[in-house]
């Protein structure tokens, strides 16, 4: 139901932003650095632990993220590539096989003719430096906060907050609070998820030898896995493994002690980096195509994984989502600057029209190439691995598979032009 009109005294915001993760923080780090006055205030359910980018001793254990080459050209638009450029690895070639079978590419970034294909950061440095940047704007933070109730009005969006019992009002609230939102589901916003039947295992791994900047993806009868590069730590080559497997190999693999779970990752991965040396902790998670039923509505906009949460394998859920926070951000700005409703459902419609094409081939390649190298049948193999031949020995093939890891595939990041 829409009531027309808001709590009177109630605290008034141009944007609310739901979900104080990384996808949350970089669109209210892109609208401060506009020169529009944006009132924006940033809800975050978790209390945020003092970090120090500067910290100069890593963890084994730090989890990472794979950044894409568009994701760096919309952090250096935003003035943060070089606090984040000195803690990535870069990705320098990109490795792909099929396990039992001949077929594979390799993929370098000079052939590129770019620095780099991706990077490879720690959460916990991108984390840092994203919390420095925004505690140096205007954008009002309150952590931990949830909420408790969201009524849609004729103009404006009230939020009843869970922990203060306070009420705001807001002319656009963004929702940004991970798959199957709480948030979206008060509005009547629904997640649609497909299940692979995977669970995706992550982890750590020392290497015996050097990575020198090679992304290895392997395709195995059970799923897909990648090795990325990381930092070393106490001098040892470090990757990034993500590893898909069925519940039940699943389930023995996070049961199983550190000596044969590594015995088992040597089988399936090879002897590429050398013997795999040590394992720190894992974490294993369901595998699943999840999408909102809607992504806007007049005064509402879903993004991150609340918007689309993507199957690993290619590494696209973060950059697509920073795509998306970049076309957002700059599509607010123009209606702003020129006087236009930001948040009328026709202005909200042209971002998402402007970023539809892009979601959906991420989308498609992210869900189809897991099924793809899962198939079975000889006939199948056969067909996949004279792509990966074909791709090796055509530069064309190799660059426009190139351009879409780099997010280039349908569009030059706007703000990174």
Same mark, same amino acid.
């Given at each position: ?11 008034d ?9 990384? #996808?949350?923080?970089? /669109? ?13 205030? +940033?809800l975050?359910a978790?209390?945020? =632990? ?28 935003? *003035? ?16 792909? !096989? ?7 590419t ?7 003719? %770019?620095e780099?294909?991706?990077?490879? $950061? =720690? ?7 994203? @919390?420095?940047? &925004?505690?140096?704007? !205007? #954008? ?16 404006? %969006? ?15 609230? #963004? ?5 199957? !939102? ?9 997640s ?7 669970? *995706?295992?992550?982890?750590? $791994?020392? %290497? ?14 059970? *799923?897909?896995?990648?090795? /990325? ?6 001098? @040892? ?25 590594l ?6 991965? *090879?002897?590429? @980096? ?8 894992r974490?294993?998670?369901? &595998? ?18 609340a ?5 690993? %394998? ?5 950059? +697509? ?18 006087? $236009?409703?930001?948040?009328? &459902?026709?202005? @909200? ?45 055509l530069?064309? &093939? ?13 569009? =030059? ?5």
């Amino acid at each position: 139901m829409v009531q027309t009109s808001g709590q009177e005294g109630a605290a008034d915001y141009d944007i609310v932003i739901v979900g104080g993760g990384m #996808v949350g923080i970089s /669109l209210a780090l892109l609208l401060a650095q506009q020169h529009a006055e944006w009132k924006v205030l +940033l809800l975050e359910a978790q209390a945020y =632990e003092q970090s120090d980018q500067h910290e100069s001793r890593p963890s084994f254990d730090s989890r990472s993220t794979a950044l894409s080459w568009s994701s760096r050209k919309i952090f250096s638009a935003a *003035g943060l590539w070089s606090a984040l450029q000195s803690h990535v690895s870069e990705i320098k070639k990109i490795h792909v !096989s099929d396990r039992g079978h001949v077929g594979l590419t390799r993929i370098s970034a000079e052939e590129a003719g %770019v620095e780099a294909l991706g990077y490879v $950061i =720690e959460n916990r440095w991108i984390g840092a430096v994203l @919390l420095e940047q &925004l505690g140096a704007t !205007s #954008v009002e933070v309150i952590a931990p906060e949830r909420v408790a109730k969201v009524v849609a009005m004729k103009s404006k %969006v009230r939020i009843d907050l869970e922990n203060s019992g306070e009420t705001i009002q807001t002319s656009l609230l #963004v929702i940004a609070d991970g798959a199957n !939102s709480k948030t979206a589901q008060k509005l009547g916003i629904h997640s649609d998820q497909q299940p692979y039947g995977q669970q *995706g295992i992550i982890a750590n $791994i020392a %290497v015996q030898n050097p990575h020198c900047g090679v992304a290895y993806e392997r395709f195995t009868d059970q *799923g897909p896995m990648a090795m /990325l590069p990381l930092s070393d730590c106490d001098g @040892l080559p470090r990757c990034a493994l993500v590893w898909t497997q069925t519940p039940e190999r699943a389930a023995q693999l996070m049961a199983a002690s550190d000596d044969d779970f590594l015995q088992a990752l040597q089988e399936s991965f *090879g002897y590429r @980096l050398g013997i795999v040396e040590k394992v720190g902790e894992r974490i294993a998670y369901p &595998l699943a195509l999840t999408t909102a039923s809607e992504q806007v509505r007049r005064n509402v906009v879903v993004l991150g994984n609340a918007a689309h949460s993507l199957h690993p %394998v290619a590494g696209q859920g973060f950059n +697509l989502s920073l795509r998306d926070v970049a076309t957002l951000a700059d599509v607010l700005g123009a209606a702003k600057t020129a006087a $236009i409703d930001f948040a009328s &459902l026709e202005t @909200l419609e042209h971002y998402q029209q402007q970023q539809v094409a892009d979601q959906q081939k991420t989308l498609l390649f992210s869900d189809n190439l897991p099924k793809l190298f899962a198939q079975p049948s000889s006939l199948m193999a056969l067909g996949r691995n004279s792509g990966l031949v074909m791709m090796d020995l055509l530069p064309s &093939l190799r660059g426009r598979f190139a351009n879409f890891g780099m997010g280039m595939a349908n569009k =030059e990041a706007g703000r990174g032009k």
